[in-house]
């Protein structure tokens, strides 16, 4: 079993930083890429940011340059670092994972998510 816990979330001010971290736990050889999404009141749940294993990552466009992920493979936990928040960036943010055993693939896996809330 596989399970995702994210921490980090809060309420802030707009222009504002928060750090998102999710670690992965439980029974398998490796983890994949990883990734945030995030899901606002009355909305799809969108892309935030994806990490390759070996540290390549990728932002949806609205998010490159305020938005910075990053991973530690030890630790098995992917970060999102959130600079200059703005009250469009409410939402609860999720954590995402492709998780390996020694023969292969097993499963995509999900966190709880996190309730990110930007006040003006």
């Known amino acids: 079993q596989v399970q995702l816990v994210e921490s980090g979330g809060g309420e802030v001010q707009a222009g504002e930083s928060l750090r998102l971290s999710c670690a992965a736990s439980?029974?398998?050889?490796?983890?994949?890429?990883m990734a945030w999404y995030r899901q606002a009141p009355g909305k799809l749940r969108e892309s935030v940011a994806r990490?390759?294993?070996?540290?390549?990552?990728t932002y949806a466009d609205s998010m490159e340059g305020r938005f910075t992920i990053s991973r530690d493979n030890v630790e098995n936990t992917v970060y999102l670092d959130m600079n200059s928040l703005q009250p469009e960036d409410t939402a609860v943010y999720f954590c995402?994972?492709?998780?390996?055993?020694?023969?292969?693939?097993?499963?995509?896996?999900w966190g709880q998510g996190t309730q990110v809330t930007v006040s003006s």
């Open positions: 995402n994972a492709g998780v390996m055993n020694n023969q292969g693939f097993i499963g995509d896996y």
């Open positions: 439980g029974s398998f050889y490796r983890v994949g890429d």
């Open positions: 990490i390759t294993s070996s540290g390549l990552p």
